[in-house]
């Protein structure tokens, strides 16, 4: 069984600039991870020119792609009719980008058939990873 989802997503990064350069970008989901996704930006289109990932709630991007929502590294919000912003906060700057609210649902959903949203809690195992730390602080 398949416990990855990579999509790959065509962002718009927002600059001061009046030209929007469209950058690719990889979500990722995994179900032994099950809460989080990840967005990837590939070296060229980070200012430190490496790759560039983001970690973060499941729950936000599905919240953010309808109404505002998270408050602290990572804000996602929609934008029009078929756009949703997500900003990265670092202690280097921001970054906001611009992608397709259907490729988000398109993506979303995917990890939805994986794993449903509300059972994430039964694909951890508690005890493995409390082993897994104390092995960890010895």
Request: net charge negative; aromatic share 6%; hydrophobic share 45%.
């Amino acid at each position: 069984m398949t416990t990855v989802i990579e999509q790959a997503v065509e962002a718009r990064l927002v600059a001061a600039a009046p030209r929007m350069p469209t950058i690719p970008a990889t979500l990722h989901y995994d179900s032994r991870d099950p809460f989080a996704v990840r967005m990837a930006f590939p070296a060229p289109a980070t200012l430190e020119g490496v790759e560039v990932s983001w970690a973060f709630a499941r729950e936000l991007l599905t919240l953010g792609v309808d109404s505002a929502a998270g408050d602290g590294d990572v804000r996602v919000r929609p934008y029009g009719y078929d756009r949703t912003v997500l900003e990265f906060h670092a202690p280097e700057g921001t970054a906001v980008v611009h992608v397709r609210t259907a490729e988000l649902r398109c993506f979303l959903e995917s990890t939805a058939v994986l794993v449903p949203l509300g059972h994430e809690h039964l694909l951890l195992d508690m005890d493995e990873d409390l082993a897994e730390l104390m092995r960890d602080a010895c």
